[in-house]
């Protein structure tokens, strides 16, 4: 793997601290407070900037860049706003990701170009109420009826749920339980049957739209089917490698972001007289945070690298998933002791980034799932 950050690179991750800085961070508390998910921050200056289509190649509209520069892309936005980080990184990887592996030439001519553009927002739903980590459990069906599908059911936790233009959704089309008796379909906003259901009140993210997306005998054509019926959970479980890559990334993001306040705070907050970065109980506490961030970085670009090779790296991408999601809980967590009654404030930002990393061990696969991912991987080497 290679250690030293390209020019371009340096240039990429630069141009989206600058756009962030001007167009997000003045608004972050005011999108927190109200719920708001900021869609004109994505069709105005995401889209056409390029960052809803980082991995898209140019061909279809693209940025066609590789998983370090969308690695950066997703940290850069995280430092500032883990919400929209999500938000970003589900676009890219879950939806547009889906696209990407899966869908045949004509269908990504048709859908790829609105997406990497920001003309249309995208969503992707496994999730149900029933099932998280069980995802072969699924009760949402789909029966064909002629050329089309008619899909039926509910699922949830789903990232643009109410905003989104397009969703990608895994449905059974076969026997409960069956690994080859689900398939995945695009569904534009404005089908028939597509409905948006009760949007979430969460604890943090909580300007990244999260709601039920809602099935009620939704006619899809059969041209809307990515690969072959069948195969959508296989293919869910290998967007879900990539994805574990984003929140790795979303969790470095606002690690960082949480250590960077620390740093300053600790060096401008006196007691006793001098700052209390000189006192050691807040500089170990800064070591370590240092220390944790490198390791989980370091573990995400090993992930990165394969996937940029198309090597296999499904224990890589759990692994950073895991430890990076962890690390942004213990970063935020010390950055909130660091600034005492402060942190404990909306005036500083270390409270939103305690909030927010919370839903990195949870999302896209529990902490729990991934060591279960890492143990499998482990034993059968």
């Not at 167009?23 to 999108?31: I, S």
């Amino acid at each position: 793997m290679e250690f030293v950050v390209s020019e371009s690179r340096s240039m990429i991750a630069q141009a989206v601290r600058d756009l962030c800085e001007r167009e997000l961070r003045p608004h972050v508390m005011d999108w927190d407070e109200s719920q708001r998910f900021p869609i004109e921050l994505f069709k105005d200056h995401f889209g056409p900037s390029g960052m809803l289509g980082v991995l898209v190649p140019e061909e279809f509209g693209g940025a066609g860049l590789g998983y370090f520069e969308y690695v950066d892309t997703i940290v850069e936005v995280a430092r500032i706003c883990g919400s929209v980080g999500l938000s970003v990184a589900a676009h890219n990887s879950l939806c547009t990701g889906h696209i990407l592996q899966f869908a045949n030439e004509d269908q990504k001519r048709k859908w790829l170009p609105e997406l990497a553009s920001g003309r249309w927002l995208g969503a992707w739903a496994l999730t149900e109420p029933n099932t998280g980590s069980d995802a072969m459990r699924m009760k949402c069906t789909a029966r064909k009826e002629g050329s089309d599908w008619i899909l039926n059911g509910t699922k949830c936790w789903i990232t643009h749920g109410v905003s989104g233009d397009l969703v990608v959704a895994i449905v059974r089309t076969g026997e409960l339980l069956d690994s080859r008796g689900m398939t995945a379909f695009v569904i534009e906003r404005g089908t028939k049957g597509l409905k948006a259901g009760k949007k979430e009140n969460k604890l943090g993210m909580r300007a990244s739209e999260t709601a039920e997306v809602i099935f009620d005998e939704c006619r899809v054509p059969e041209g809307n089917i990515l690969g072959q019926v069948g195969e959508g959970f296989q293919q869910a479980m290998k967007v879900l490698d990539g994805g574990r890559i984003s929140i790795a990334a979303l969790s470095l993001g606002i690690a960082k972001g949480a250590y960077d306040a620390s740093v300053k705070y600790a060096k401008e907050r006196e007691q006793f007289g001098e700052p209390i970065a000189n006192f050691q109980a807040i500089a170990f506490k800064l070591a370590d945070m240092a220390t944790r961030i490198e390791a989980a970085e370091l573990l995400t670009m090993q992930a990165a690298d394969l996937k940029n090779r198309g090597r296999k790296m499904t224990k890589e991408s759990a692994m950073a998933k895991y430890y990076a999601s962890e690390v942004a809980v213990s970063a935020s967590n010390d950055a909130v002791q660091i600034f005492g009654g402060y942190g404990y404030t909306k005036d500083f930002p270390v409270e939103k980034f305690y909030r927010d990393s919370k839903l990195c061990t949870i999302g896209e696969g529990t902490s729990e799932i991934q060591k279960l991912v890492i143990s499998r991987n482990v034993l059968k080497a």
